[in-house]
Nanobody, 121 residues
Framework: QVQLVESGGGLVQAGGSLRLSCAAS????????MAWYRQAPGKQRELVAA???????NYTDIVKGRFTISRDNAKNTMYLQMNNLEPEDTAVYYC???????????????WGQGTQVTVSS
């Protein structure tokens, strides 16, 4: 069974940093684009950053220059380094990945369970 497990969330003061991790487990043949989404209370889930299997990264404008997405393909793990955090970054952060897994012929999208990030002012 394929799972995505996030870790690294927590409570931090404004201006602080956190590093999120997302580890994919199970029988994975190909790991395609991976991404971080977030959802704040009362708001829709939004894309924060994405990274292709070749390492090309894209960011939503509001996190550019503060967040850095990276991945380790050998470990099927993705990271999000978040610096200079603001109270507006408070949300549940979700990991998303397109994976080719055992007994499948196409890439399938998987989601993690989410990790809470709270930034106090």
């Amino acid at each position: 069974q394929v799972q995505l497990v996030e870790s690294g969330g927590g409570l931090v003061q404004a201006g602080g940093s956190l590093r999120l991790s997302c580890a994919a487990s199970g029988t994975i043949y190909v790991s395609g684009t991976m991404a971080w989404y977030r959802q704040a209370p009362g708001k829709q889930r939004e894309l924060v950053a994405a990274i292709t299997s070749l390492g090309k990264a894209n960011y939503t404008d509001i996190v550019k220059g503060r967040f850095t997405i990276s991945r380790d393909n050998a470990k099927n793990t993705m990271y999000l380094q978040m610096n200079n955090l603001e109270p507006e970054d408070t949300a549940v952060y979700y990991c998303n990945a397109a994976l080719l897994v055992r007994d499948s012929l196409v890439l399938t999208t998987y989601w993690g369970q989410g990790t809470q990030v709270t930034v106090s002012s």
